[in-house]
């Protein structure tokens, strides 16, 4: 019964967060949000990245669709549904909230990620392409926006200038996902997903800031080499 339960509560989540950019759009942090407003700053990826959130909705609800209807009682699938399910819980709400306060917005990013790599980290090696994968995606890309979302709000506050949180938040960014990817073993759409923000970083950032391009450059490689070292290495047991 409780896996059934949570098999539709993943499929109903995965539907309305998919659905939430219908009823709240957003497109950064505001003047009303933050004391110094952020337009375009260093630690966002450019733009076209944030495309990926496309692949995710539907990937999310067609993995939710497949386990409702061939794992629905398949206790391997519990934990990471139930992780997967609070992510998408926080995650909802996330659009109108973070057009309201970035603090809370930020408080809420972060919580999705943990969640998120949780659902991951208890995800089956089986139904991979319909589990590991889009789940790993989710969760690389909410680790990479915790990160951004955390520097924009520092910034906004005038705790520290745009590029110096630009340089810390990307560095602990890739110290983080490094962390993650060699914990989580065979999950490289994970870190793949990071690597795509990184490069967003460089292309927003360019010769204008060349020093935080050349960071990003570094993180790809550092977090491209765990992803690719652990593609088919065995789930490290916790």
Known sequence: MRSTLLAWATLILSVTFAAAPLFSSFAGFDGAQLPEPQDSPPIEPAGYAF???????????????????????????????????????????????????????????VAMAVTAVMALKAAPWFDRWMLR??????????????????????????????????FIGLASAVGVAAFVQDW????PEYGL????????????????????????????????FLAWRNRHRPPIEA
């Open 51 to 109: 495309s990926i959130w496309i692949l995710i909705y539907i990937w999310l609800v067609l993995s939710a669709a497949f386990g409702l209807r061939t794992r629905r009682d398949d206790p391997a699938w519990t934990a990471p549904r139930a992780w997967l399910s609070l992510s998408l819980l926080i995650g909802t709400p996330w659009l109108w909230v973070a057009n309201q306060s970035a603090i809370w917005a930020t408080v809420m990013i």
């Open 193 to 224: 997903t990071v690597v795509w923000a990184l490069v967003a970083i460089m292309v927003q950032n360019g010769e204008a800031q060349l020093a935080l391009t050349i960071l990003a450059a570094v993180g790809i490689l550092i977090v491209g």
């Open 184 to 187: 989580l073993g065979t999950a």
């Open 133 to 166: 994968v889009p789940v790993g995606i989710y969760a690389g890309w909410l680790t990479a926006a915790s990160f951004v979302s955390l520097g924009s709000t520092l910034a906004g506050y005038g705790i520290l200038g745009p590029v110096p949180v630009a």
